[in-house]
Structure formats: structure tokens, C-alpha cells
């Protein structure tokens, strides 16, 4: 069952561009405040439903699980508000791109954060993603800053989800950090209610219900990969993790029609390229490491 909720969960997301898009006239900022504010509200009824309140104010009692709740808060927050302008601005294309460098990053991450080594073929992977920046950057003619930003702030999210391990739980996670954006959120809609005007309500009754319906397709996913991950290997999480770029490259580029040039594919095929060297070397290590383990069972 794990592997079904960790691919359903990617499933969604790789359809959340069109979700977005049905909800003009919203703009990017006021869709982000909404997000934030109903994942809360969502959040509060399933704490109520699986009775989790007395595991929320556990944590809440432990002032450096709520600081790092509140990191992933303000991670999660640039990540959903660059996304959703993307979205909103025709760059679904780049978007998926920062998804697809994800791995990669995660990798970088390690080294420059952990401390952690890499093998030859993890080398030989983020030098052939480097070399795809570049092409992008000097072919293209434009720095991707959606993609890398999107990239390493989902990077640094996971980093700080698995610092905060299993002391906190997905739902309480999730909560926590909601709670920590909605002063943001408030702000948001105060000066969008101010200025242009609130969109919930003003654009008929089909949109205020796919509005208010935000906070699910928000929160339902980052449960489902919670309860995906803790069931299934690091690597099959690694692999269904392609699933959602996938979709949002192929909605980008067939049905949104935004241009892919030359060098656009030259650079997508080298990530592709380093994620394919990536997603073998894993393979090949985890199957070592566990041919060790059986062996250190029979001795």
C-alpha cells in the first residue's frame, strides 16, 4: 500500500497545474494566502477526526521541534508561492524542471549540508546537471530561477522534515506549519482585499467551491507521500518522485502549448540524462547493501 499512496500523492501533484489555472481570476498571491489558510482549517478537522490535538501540543511544548516546524513553514511557502506564479505566468515548463533537478539538489544538499560523500556516478550526475544550467542559461538566454529555486527549497524542506523525523507526525507537521504562515496569508488578503478585491466569492459559485477546495488538494498529497514514505524503500520513493515532472512537462508543453526550443530540450535531456546515471547508481547500491545484509545474516 505504500507504493500506492507515494504514487498517488505525485499523481496529484503532477495535475496541480491545471487546478490552478481553473481558478482564474485569482492571482498567484491571493491562491497562496487561501492555500495556507484552509490547509489550516483542514488540518484542524482531521487533528479532530484522528483525535491528534494531544500529540500537537506535545510538540508544542517543545520550542526547537516548533522553531524547525517553522523553517519547513517558510520553505514550503516560497516553494508553493514561485510555483503557483509560474504556473499562473506560463512556466509550467521550468517548474517541471525544478522538480526533475529535485534529486540531484537533494544529493548536492548532502554534501554541502551533511557532509555526506558521493560515489563516481553521483559526481558524474550533478556535473552533467551543471552542464544542463549552463546550456540553459547561455543557449536559452535566461537564468531558470523558478526551476533551481523550486529545487532547493523542496531540497532544504526534506532536509529540515528529516531532521524533525519521526518526533513530529505529518498531520501535526503540516498544521504547525500552516499556523506559522498565517500571519503571511493575513497580510496577503488584506492588501489584495484592499487593492484589486478578493476573487472568493466574486467569480461565481463553481469557483469559490474550487477555491475553498484548496486546502484539500494542499493537504492531501503531503499526507499521502508521508504515509507512502514511511512504508516503502528510499528507493522507490526515488523513482515514483519522476512521475509528477513528468505530468506537468507534458501539460506545459501539449496541452498549455509553451514554447520548447532547441536548447530547452538539449538542457531537459541532459537532467534527464544525469537522473537516469542517478536512479541507476541507487538501484545498484541498494541492491549491494542488501546482498551485504544477507550475507551478514547467514554468517
Known amino acids: 500500500m505504500g507504493g500506492v499512496y507515494a504514487f498517488t500523492a505525485y499523481f496529484l501533484w503532477g495535475f496541480l497545474p491545471l487546478y490552478f489555472l481553473l481558478l482564474a481570476p485569482t492571482g498567484p498571491f491571493e491562491l497562496v494566502a487561501w492555500r495556507i489558510v484552509l490547509s489550516l482549517a483542514f488540518c484542524a478537522i482531521l487533528l479532530t477526526v484522528l483525535r491528534g490535538w494531544g500529540r500537537l501540543i506535545a510538540i508544542m511544548r517543545q520550542p526547537k521541534l516548533l522553531l524547525w516546524t517553522g523553517v519547513a513553514g517558510g520553505l514550503i511557502y516560497i516553494n508553493w508561492q514561485v510555483y503557483i506564479v509560474a504556473t499562473l505566468s506560463g512556466h509550467v515548463i521550468e517548474a517541471s524542471l525544478g522538480y526533475f533537478m529535485n534529486p540531484i539538489?537533494?544529493?548536492?544538499?548532502?554534501?554541502?549540508?551533511?557532509?555526506?560523500?558521493?560515489?563516481?556516478?553521483?559526481?558524474?550526475?550533478?556535473?552533467?546537471?551543471?552542464?544542463?544550467?549552463?546550456?540553459?542559461?547561455?543557449?536559452?538566454?535566461?537564468?531558470?530561477?523558478?526551476?533551481?529555486?523550486?529545487?532547493?527549497?523542496?531540497?532544504?524542506?526534506?532536509?529540515?522534515?528529516?531532521?524533525?523525523?519521526?518526533?513530529?507526525d505529518a498531520v501535526s507537521g503540516l498544521t504547525l506549519e500552516s499556523l506559522w504562515l498565517v500571519p503571511v496569508a493575513t497580510v496577503i488578503l488584506v492588501v489584495v482585499g484592499t487593492t484589486t478585491g478578493l476573487s472568493m466569492g466574486a467569480a461565481g459559485p463553481w469557483h469559490a467551491l474550487l477555491l475553498s477546495l484548496a486546502g484539500v488538494f494542499t493537504a492531501v498529497p503531503l499526507l499521502l507521500f508521508a504515509a507512502g514514505a514511511r512504508r516503502v524503500p528510499l528507493t522507490v520513493i526515488g523513482l515514483l518522485q519522476f512521475v509528477a515532472p513528468i505530468l506537468q512537462f507534458i501539460i506545459g508543453a501539449w496541452l498549455l502549448g509553451e514554447p520548447m526550443t532547441l536548447e530547452r530540450w538539449i538542457g531537459f535531456a541532459l537532467v534527464w540524462l544525469a537522473l537516469i546515471v542517478l536512479t541507476v547508481d541507487s538501484l545498484l547500491f541498494a541492491r549491494r547493501a542488501r546482498g551485504v545484509s544477507d550475507v551478514g545474516e547467514l554468517t
Open 105 to 168: 539538489v537533494t544529493v548536492v544538499l548532502g554534501v554541502v549540508v551533511l557532509r555526506e560523500r558521493l560515489r563516481l556516478t553521483q559526481w558524474i550526475a550533478v556535473g552533467i546537471a551543471v552542464i544542463a544550467v549552463a546550456v540553459i542559461v547561455f543557449g536559452y538566454g535566461a537564468f531558470p530561477w523558478i526551476a533551481l529555486t523550486l529545487a532547493f527549497t523542496f531540497g532544504l524542506y526534506g532536509l529540515v522534515k528529516k531532521r524533525l523525523g519521526p518526533s513530529v
